[in-house]
């Protein structure tokens, strides 16, 4: 059975029980800034089950668009997605358990045909927060599943939450046998040797977890459940991985017949995150540097990075493109009037990695030259880190270079970077990123690399004595204040505007290191605010121009900046003067 044969039998099959068909909801949440993405088919009608009226009624179901991007470095074995759909159905303070086992039941044995003997199921445990579920156990029983393949298990497996606060409840979820063989006496369905892979869960909301950790009642009792279509196409197929339907077959067939080398992984990892990219693009998804943009932009470089290890041209990008619009057309049609729009940002997104790769190639070159003056044969983990963070600089291609170079690389001390950086990333894709970055845009990320080239490029034309005395970004202009006793001349300003115009051009990369305060002032970084600073501290060097201690973030290189412009010179306080500026 196809993907869209399921969807489809799932959307009549609970029309028929009373529910009413709504469309999916965008990928990027409308109303709802604690998620980047929508993560589940609950995710758009939390005010409905926290006791909303929705306009359609108390049974509804839905095909779901979702991106859950916590498991980015996992794409590339044989099951994790970011891009995944889920099929749901709802009873908004209508039925509950009973029924809704009972429709499970019975679209998996009778719609699906999925044998009952395949069939195992789990249900919550219970305890101090909400009693054991008997109640479902029960109604598994009555529904046909016999008492042994019924098992019970705590809250690490069964209640579910979206985030940490919010609507929630036991679970109860059903797991798919595949024969495999059990991994050992005590494999049961929480164990994820692969025998058994979940293919629904429904989740009993009656409860509300307050940010203190405390539960209350709802005012009505939902159901809320979600069937990863993938998966279950890929186990209906008896496939062994979602790479082998036909949502991923023909791209993945492409990509094999393109590429020089031959990587599976790597071939996974190509055709995930191009889908997962183009659903983000088609829904208004744009990358930056921040939240759901970096994601997105994290996505498509480690595609072009995969591309490249495959060695196949990155122009094919866009054929890519057509053959998924080809294939995913019927499932999402908005995919048809939005191709252009999606080659057009993946093409200049991989644009600016490939710039940004050989920026990296050339910092690399410079870290391999220094190590070998210092006739170390090894490249320390920092700097491959800073590669990685800076340049996107992925470690394989530092090693595969420092390789060629004769040189190795010090893994260790990057993997322990590399993890407290992921676990960073982490934490900011499944909260929002908190405090400073939260105002960070682009915008104010270009003008904060600015104001580094404006400081330097006044003590180059008025002298050292200038030394910031504030600064403050928006998303329309830098405004900067620094120590001088007079007017500054029309002469001056227009050189000091040549000068940080003639940096952006010559588009200098803009590497961070970390440091001890020490080191950065022996390094020549200027410090601002010293003492407000701890130990280590982030020194930004942008090309041969400057070198300042700053918390970041800046661009990845000067060009990024467009082109600078001095709109006013005014007298700030007494000895300050404040320079406001823009980027065209
Ligand atoms: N919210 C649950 C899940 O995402 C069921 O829909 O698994």
């Known amino acids: 059975m196809k993907a869209i044969e399921i969807r489809n039998k799932y959307l009549k099959f609970f029309e028929r029980h009373g529910h009413k068909i709504i469309p999916s909801s965008s990928l990027i949440p409308e109303n709802d800034p604690s998620v980047l993405f929508t993560t589940a088919g609950m995710q758009p009608l939390i005010p409905y ?16 668009k979702c991106v859950r991007t916590v498991d980015i470095e996992d794409v590339g074995d044989n099951r994790h997605l970011t891009f995944f759909e889920m099929l749901g159905n709802w009873s ?4 509950f358990k009973e029924e809704s086992i009972q429709m499970s039941y019975d ?18 445990a219970g305890d101090e927060d ?50 495999k063989p059990a991994c050992g006496p005590n494999c049961d369905p929480s164990c994820d040797c692969g025998k058994y892979v979940e293919i629904w869960n429904n989740v009993f909301m009656e409860y509300f977890k307050h940010p203190d950790g405390t539960y209350s009642k709802l005012k009505q009792r939902n159901v809320d459940t979600g069937l990863g279509l993938e998966r279950m196409t890929m186990l209906l197929q008896g496939k062994e991985t979602p790479y082998e339907i036909e949502l991923f ?19 996974r990892i190509v055709a995930e995150h191009l889908r997962s990219s183009m659903m983000i693009i088609c829904d208004g998804g744009r990358p930056s540097n921040i939240e759901r943009g970096y994601i997105l932009r994290r996505l498509i470089r480690r595609m072009t990075r995969h591309l490249r290890k495959l060695e196949i041209n990155l122009d094919e990008i866009g054929n890519l493109v057509d053959i998924y619009v080809e294939t995913l057309k019927e499932m999402y049609p908005e995919l048809v009037t939005n191709k252009n729009t999606i080659k057009e940002v993946l093409i200049e997104e991989k644009n600016k990695f490939v710039k940004t790769l050989e920026n990296g190639e050339r910092e690399f070159n410079k870290a391999v030259e220094k190590a070998k003056k210092e006739g170390k044969t090894k490249i320390d983990g920092q700097t491959v880190f800073n590669l990685y963070e800076t340049y996107g600089f992925p470690q394989e291609i530092t090693v595969e270079l420092a390789k060629e170079q004769g040189m190795e690389v010090e893994l260790e001390q990057f993997d322990k970077l590399f993890k407290e950086h992921q676990e960073k990333s982490r934490l900011g894709s499944e909260q929002k990123f908190k405090g400073g970055l939260a105002e960070q845009n682009e915008k104010t990320i270009a003008y904060h690399t600015a104001t580094h080239l404006l400081h330097k490029a006044l003590k180059l034309v008025l002298g050292d004595h200038v030394a910031q005395k504030g600064s403050n970004i ?17 002469e001056e300003l227009k050189k000091v505007e040549d000068i940080v ?6 588009d200098l990369p803009v590497v961070c290191e970390e440091m001890s305060l020490e080191e950065a002032k022996k390094s020549g970084a200027i410090g601002l605010f010293e003492n407000k600073y701890g130990e ?16 970041g973030p800046h661009v990845e290189h000067t060009a990024q900046l467009g082109k600078f412009k001095i709109k006013k010179e005014e007298a700030s306080s007494s000895g300050v003067r404040r320079i406001k500026a823009v980027l065209e």
């Open 249 to 267: 077959l023909p791209v993945m067939d492409r990509l094999k017949e393109l590429a020089k080398v031959d990587n599976i992984n790597s071939r």
């Open 107 to 124: 679209f998996l044995t009778k719609e699906l045909n999925i044998p009952v003997e395949k069939i195992s199921v789990t249900c919550f």
């Open 49 to 64: 089950l926290l006791g909303g009226k929705h306009p359609e009624g108390t049974r509804l179901t839905d095909y779901q």
């Open 536 to 551: 280590k501290v982030k020194v930004y060097t942008i090309g041969d121009f400057s070198k300042e201690i700053c918390g």
């Open 130 to 179: 909400a009693p054991r579920d008997e109640v479902s156990a029960k109604c598994w029983e009555k529904a046909g599943i016999p008492k042994e393949r019924i098992y019970f298990f705590g809250k690490e497996n069964n209640w579910w939450i979206a985030g940490n606060e919010g609507p929630c409840g036991p679970d109860t979820e059903m797991f798919y046998d595949t024969g």
């Open 474 to 490: 928006t998303t329309e202009r830098l405004r900067f204040d620094f120590s001088h006793p007079q007017k500054v001349t029309p």
């Open 92 to 95: 908004l303070g209508d039925y």
């Open 501 to 506: 115009n003639e940096q952006i051009q010559r």
